[in-house]
């Protein structure tokens, strides 16, 4: 299985669809980024995020300075544009509500061979507008692989399309955390990958507002020490 990018996800397109992106996204939100320069300069990661929005992805997508592959559930293959996008981007695809055997495989390779990658450990957009359970998928991936995680949060994103339909721009904020490492192991079993779980999730809370902790508001790791390693 290959963890070479397509032949057409060269550099030039993926900064021209960057920009692009920027450009259309000033029309319609006023953003706020912190925290660029804690994303690792060289070598593999795993950013996780929350994910609040369908524009959580593209805000993370205009931002970062460096590539990244990105899991994408399987159904967007069958919209033309968004599966030639995220494809020339970078894309893992993955059949939801399953244990997708492939796509861990082919995620492991790219970690392995040095690509960054990206993903929501949630799973799925949240309906709540706050945090919801953590997937293990993540915590696998960072336990398997041996690479850092990066915590990214985006919020306010769950605001822009109502307030496109008012002609209103919405303030959004984007903030990544310090770059952890889970304890070294390589063979995490499950009550260790839900251990690991929390502490993800707990690093991506501490980096949200309180309104946004949904189900790890009174989790004890959001009033203890951070994970990070």
């Not at 299985?1 to 259309?24: D, N, R």
């Not at 040095?114 to 507008?129: F, I, K, V």
């Not at 991936?141 to 949060?153: F, S, T």
Request: net charge positive; proline share 7%.
């Amino acid at each position: 299985m290959s963890t070479e990018m397509p032949s057409h996800a060269s550099p030039f397109v993926y900064g021209l669809l960057q920009g692009l992106f920027k450009l259309i996204a000033a029309l319609f939100v006023k953003q706020r980024i912190v925290g660029l320069d804690k994303i690792p300069q060289d070598g593999a990661y795993l950013l996780v995020m929350n994910h609040l929005s369908i524009w959580d992805p593209p805000v993370v997508f205009m931002h970062t300075p460096r590539r990244m592959v990105s899991f994408v559930a399987d159904k967007w293959r069958k919209n033309a544009l968004i599966s030639w996008v995220v494809s020339t981007i970078g894309v893992v695809w993955v059949a939801r509500g399953e244990a997708d055997m492939s796509a861990i495989k082919q995620s492991l390779g790219f970690l392995r061979n040095g690509q960054p990658m990206g993903m929501a450990p949630e799973g799925t957009r949240s309906l709540t507008g706050a945090l919801i359970q953590g997937k293990t998928g993540a915590a696998y991936l960072a336990d398997r692989a041996g690479v850092p995680l990066v915590p990214c949060v985006v919020y306010g994103t769950e605001a822009v399309t109502a307030n496109i339909k008012r002609f209103r721009r919405t303030e959004i904020v984007m903030e990544i955390g310090e770059p952890f490492r889970l304890p070294p192991n390589g063979r995490a079993k499950a009550a260790e990958l839900d251990r690991y779980t929390d502490q993800i999730m707990i690093a991506l809370a501490r980096l949200l507002p309180e309104k946004y902790h949904g189900v790890y508001a009174d989790h004890p790791l959001l009033q203890g020490e951070s994970p990070v390693q």
